[in-house]
């Protein structure tokens, strides 16, 4: 089978991968030059964990001591409301966090360059399998939108669907050259959110998010360590300020022989770190179980688009009554049973029947 897909980020590298190894004959084509350089990290859960070892690279990603080091979910006056591992707070017995550039060259590494087309944007997608790139036009059998909140394969083919939303949430990420034994975990706030993740690699990993807008970064000096001392240390020209957008999946994936898979097919808030976890999912499901396979997950994502913007709420809720009752909530939830909630969006099976 010819397979064409449309962007060269989580979902579209891991389908190319899946559908090589069942033999078939694939071409990625994607608008940038090489791997995004956008900053970041991506935290991976145990889903994305299994994942990564279907698509045989697992093995270079380092998981201990990270795993079990401690993790707590803080107020900014430094209460903790929570203490756990960052394996027991994501649902299982390994985690890490890999600089999302990284975690793409991994992915890329597993293909022959001739199947992966950097600087090759799509203008034109059809539903008979036909993608037009630059001036030629390509058919294929199947073709996968796999391009992101903002592609051409949802905004074409899925009009019906709707376009992003904007949610009012300003993202940061940044990394810094700096390796820390404690502190890690969320900070909560009312309107405004921080997270400390130690990366696989031995530096740190921040990000963040709020809700007032055009607030600076160090207007946060004064919440708990370690974080006003990575403000400091952070690099103006290296911190990633995306806008936070989020998209319903539409009510089928399929469209003649066109399929939606990623962020292109459901954006989620990054408030449980699954979006490149489950655009990985989607690939892996597709290429074991064909469209009908991909369309019977709809529930699966549906459920955690709900949850991650629940759980945003939860997390910074805006009101600061709202902010007392989640932190009383928390401090009468057994921390074991907040892990199993916060874990549970992570347990996930590879499919085992082959299309
Ligand atoms: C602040 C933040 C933190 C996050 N943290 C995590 C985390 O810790 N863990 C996690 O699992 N997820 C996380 N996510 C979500 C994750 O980044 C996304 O869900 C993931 O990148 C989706 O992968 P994708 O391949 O579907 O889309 P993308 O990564 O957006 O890739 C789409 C690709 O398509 C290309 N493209 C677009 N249009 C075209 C075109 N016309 N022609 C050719 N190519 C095109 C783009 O250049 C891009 O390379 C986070 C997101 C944000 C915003």
């Given at each position: 089978m010819r397979v064409g897909i449309v962007g060269g980020g989580f979902a579209g590298l891991a389908a190319a991968i899946a559908f090589r190894q069942g033999g078939h004959d694939v071409s990625i084509f994607e608008r940038s030059a090489g791997p995004s350089v956008t900053g970041g990290a991506i935290s991976l859960a145990p889903n994305a964990l299994t994942c990564l070892s279907a698509l045989g690279v697992r093995a270079r990603v380092v998981t201990e001591p990270w795993s079990r080091m401690p993790a707590t979910v803080r107020t900014p006056e430094g209460r903790v409301l929570v203490r756990r591992t960052l394996a027991q707070l994501t649902g299982g017995d390994h985690y890490a966090a890999v600089p999302r550039t990284q975690l793409l060259t991994w992915l890329a590494e597993k293909?022959?360059?001739?199947c992966l087309h950097y600087s090759s944007a799509v203008t034109g997608i059809h539903t008979d399998g036909v993608l037009v790139v630059g001036e030629a036009e390509q058919r294929f059998d199947l073709v996968i939108g796999a391009d992101g909140t903002r592609g051409v394969a949802r905004k074409l083919l899925w009009p019906d669907a709707g376009p992003p939303t904007v949610t009012g949430i300003k993202g940061w990420a940044w990394i810094v050259d700096r390796e820390l034994d404690t502190g890690f975990g969320p900070i909560w706030g009312c309107t405004t959110d921080f997270g400390i993740l130690p990366l696989a690699d031995g530096r740190t990993y921040v990000y963040g998010g709020t809700q007032d807008p055009g607030t600076d970064l160090r207007a946060y000096r004064h919440w708990p360590a370690p974080l006003p001392t990575l403000i400091d240390a952070a690099d103006p020209d290296r911190i990633a300020t995306p806008e936070i957008f989020e998209a319903r999946p539409p009510h089928h994936l399929v469209r003649g022989k066109v399929v939606l898979i990623g962020d292109a097919a459901h954006t989620m808030r990054p408030t449980f770190g699954q979006g490149a976890a489950l655009a990985m999912e989607d690939a892996l499901t597709l290429v074991k179980c064909g469209t009908e396979g991909l369309e019977k997950r709809r529930l699966r994502i549906l459920a955690l688009y709900t949850a991650s913007k629940a759980g945003s709420f939860f997390a910074t809720p805006r009101l600061r009554v709202a902010e007392k009752a989640r932190n009383l909530t928390l401090r009468l939830t057994p921390d074991p049973l907040f892990g199993l909630m916060a874990g549970s969006v992570s347990y996930w099976r590879p499919p085992a029947r082959i299309a």
């Open positions: 293909l022959p360059p001739d």
